[in-house]
Each structure stands twice: as C-alpha cells, then as structure tokens.
C-alpha cells in the first residue's frame, strides 16, 4: 500500500504516479495498453511538501482529510512560478525573480468549442506543461522570452479578457471535443487576432516579442486519443472513495485524466483527486467496483 502524493507526466507517453512508500517517494509509471488497478484502501492526508526539488514529510506528522496541511503550505511558500503575474515583482527576492531568468513562451491551451486559455511555460519542459493540463490542441505565441515579460504577456491577455484557468470539472467531459484540428487551429488564431489588439494597446513594445507565425500543436496522438475513441463501450466517470476500486487497460490519458477499459466499459478516472489517498496498485479483477450503482452512457 502506497499513499498517492501527485500525478505527473515526465515525456510525452509516459504518464505516472509519485508514491509515499516507507518515507521515500518512489515513481509508479503507467504504461499505455497494460493493466492499472487503483482501490482506495485509506482517506487522505497530507504527503508533505515540495521545495527547491528536496520533499519533506508532513510537518505535522500527516494531518488527515486534506491533500497539504496549512503548515505544510506555509513551509512550502509562494512559488514565484505560480503567483508572478510579471508586475508583482516587489513581492519576491532577488534570488526568486532570478529563478525565472531562463527561456520561457507563452500559449493558448484549447480543451474544447469556446474553452481555452493562456499559459506560460519554461522552455526546458518542452510541451510537458500542456500535456499535464490536458490541452487537446495548442498555439505558441511568442518564445524565447525570460520569465517577467513572459508572465507580463500572459498577464496583458487575461487582462484583456483571455482566462488564465479551466477548472478540472470543465475538462472532464472533452476527453473526446469533436473538433477537428483545422476547426481548433482556427479557433485559437481567432481568439489570439480578437485579443491582441487590446493588449498591443496596452503594451506596443511587445509586438516584437511575438511569434510571426503562431505555432499550432495537436495532442491527441500523444493521449492516445484516437485508437480509445473507436473503443464502443458504454462510459462511466469513476469518482472514487474509500473501498471503491477500477481496474482495466490504459487505452488513453488526457492531462490528468485515465481512460481505462474494463470487460464492459470505458472507465474515467480523475488520477489528479487521488492525491493523499492509501491505494493499493495490485493487479485485481477487470471491473468498476462501487458502494453504489450507476448508469452508464455512450460517448
């Protein structure tokens, strides 16, 4: 028995889970067309945290019900990547802002029709900050850049009315959008055209710091997407808790999304909310074990 402390992709096909197993964190990959079998042995509690890559346990010794404790947190910090707006450098160190003087660019992440959003990634992770999102389509619009402007010009197109987050409750039901990559690709160049205006407006300079050919990336292959899609079995979002388990073959994984496939259906499972939970991994029965029934629907 391990307890889950976060689900990863480390490259392109290789999704995976990090572990608590005896103190150590342990890496348990996932492997497209094999076996995954997750029952949820124990509730959650905190796994630790984080900080300049060095995992500490819980402070607190693991408080239970929660996925990070409040102290933990506070141990943790404010990650610069994650608050920076690009304008708010006042509230870090000098040694922080340093941290993000390295190559960065910047992207409309598309999930499905009218649901998209812009993100910054540092170049050295390559396309690995979408994936782990679950963007179904992409459109790079400026590289190269260092970390403040690139959080600056991310900043300028939310503020010109792009949204900066896509809650996972609004992806779970675009495994699959139905939209072509032409559509998609055309879609993110209307809303890059519609936005960039207001934000030029704003900011003239960083015209120059634009792509002249925003370039557009489709994930699906990556996910496995369409060898899962000819899969006609009925479909079930498993939302699971203590007792409950799933077990099946790994036909696609979205962001953090598992699609498995058991003798009579297409299983979905949140990899993302099992954080902080004790799961057992060992093989079982193909199935979708529930404390209650469900009905499932076709794709």
């Given at each position: 028995m391990?307890?889950v402390?976060?689900?990863?992709?480390?490259?392109?096909?290789?999704?995976?889970?990090?572990?608590l197993?005896?103190?150590?964190?342990?890496e348990?990959?996932?492997?497209?067309?094999?076996?995954?079998?997750i029952?949820?042995?124990?509730?959650t509690?905190?796994?630790?945290?984080?900080?300049n890559?060095?995992?500490?346990?819980?402070?607190?010794?693991g408080?239970?019900?929660?996925?990070?404790c409040?102290e933990?947190?506070?141990?943790?910090g404010?990650?610069?990547?994650?608050?920076?707006d690009?304008?708010?450098?006042e509230?870090f160190?000098?040694?922080?802002?340093?941290?993000?003087?390295?190559?960065?660019?910047?992207?409309?992440?598309?999930?499905?029709?009218?649901?998209?959003?812009?993100?910054?990634?540092?170049?050295?992770?390559?396309?690995?900050?979408?994936?782990?999102q679950?963007?179904?389509?992409?459109?790079?619009?400026?590289?190269?850049?260092?970390g403040?402007?690139?959080?600056?010009?991310?900043?300028l197109?939310?503020?010109?009315?792009?949204?900066?987050?896509?809650?996972?409750?609004?992806?779970k039901?675009?495994?699959?959008?139905?939209?072509?990559?032409?559509?998609?690709?055309?879609?993110?160049?209307?809303?890059?055209?519609?936005?960039?205006?207001?934000v030029?407006a704003?900011?003239?300079?960083?015209e120059?710091?634009?792509?002249?050919?925003?370039?557009?990336?489709?994930?699906?292959?990556?996910y496995?997407?369409?060898?899962?899609?000819?899969?006609?079995?009925?479909?079930?979002?498993?939302?699971?808790?203590?007792?409950?388990?799933?077990?099946?073959?790994?036909?696609?994984?979205?962001?953090?999304?598992?699609?498995?496939?058991?003798?009579?259906e297409?299983?979905l499972?949140?990899?993302?909310?099992?954080?902080?939970?004790?799961?057992?991994?060992?093989?079982?029965?193909?199935?979708?074990?529930?404390?209650?029934?469900f009905?499932?629907?076709?794709?």
């Amino acid at each position: 028995m391990e307890r889950v402390y976060e689900f990863r992709w480390k490259k392109e096909n290789s999704p995976y889970f990090r572990l608590l197993q005896n103190g150590l964190l342990i890496e348990h990959p996932l492997i497209f067309g094999r076996n995954v079998s997750i029952e949820i042995l124990g509730n959650t509690s905190c796994t630790g945290y984080e900080k300049n890559g060095v995992w500490t346990p819980c402070v607190v010794g693991g408080v239970p019900g929660v996925k990070k404790c409040e102290e933990c947190k506070k141990q943790e910090g404010m990650p610069i990547a994650q608050y920076c707006d690009g304008f708010n450098t006042e509230m870090f160190s000098g040694e922080e802002l340093d941290s993000l003087n390295c190559p960065h660019y910047v992207y409309f992440a598309y999930f499905g029709p009218g649901l998209m959003k812009v993100g910054v990634s540092a170049q050295s992770r390559g396309l690995l900050r979408q994936i782990e999102q679950g963007s179904h389509y992409s459109l790079i619009i400026a590289e190269e850049l260092s970390g403040v402007p690139a959080r600056q010009l991310e900043t300028l197109f939310r503020k010109s009315g792009m949204q900066d987050k896509v809650q996972s409750s609004q992806k779970k039901d675009l495994m699959f959008p139905g939209v072509s990559p032409e559509e998609g690709k055309q879609e993110l160049l209307e809303a890059f055209q519609n936005y960039l205006p207001q934000v030029l407006a704003l900011r003239p300079d960083f015209e120059e710091l634009l792509k002249r050919e925003p370039e557009f990336h489709d994930f699906s292959s990556v996910y496995h997407l369409p060898e899962a899609e000819k899969v006609e079995k009925p479909f079930h979002d498993a939302d699971l808790s203590l007792g409950e388990s799933v077990s099946g073959t790994l036909i696609a994984a979205k962001g953090p999304f598992l699609l498995l496939e058991t003798d009579s259906e297409k299983t979905l499972v949140d990899a993302k909310s099992l954080k902080g939970y004790s799961i057992d991994f060992s093989a079982k029965p193909l199935g979708l074990k529930k404390e209650q029934a469900f009905q499932g629907s076709l794709f």
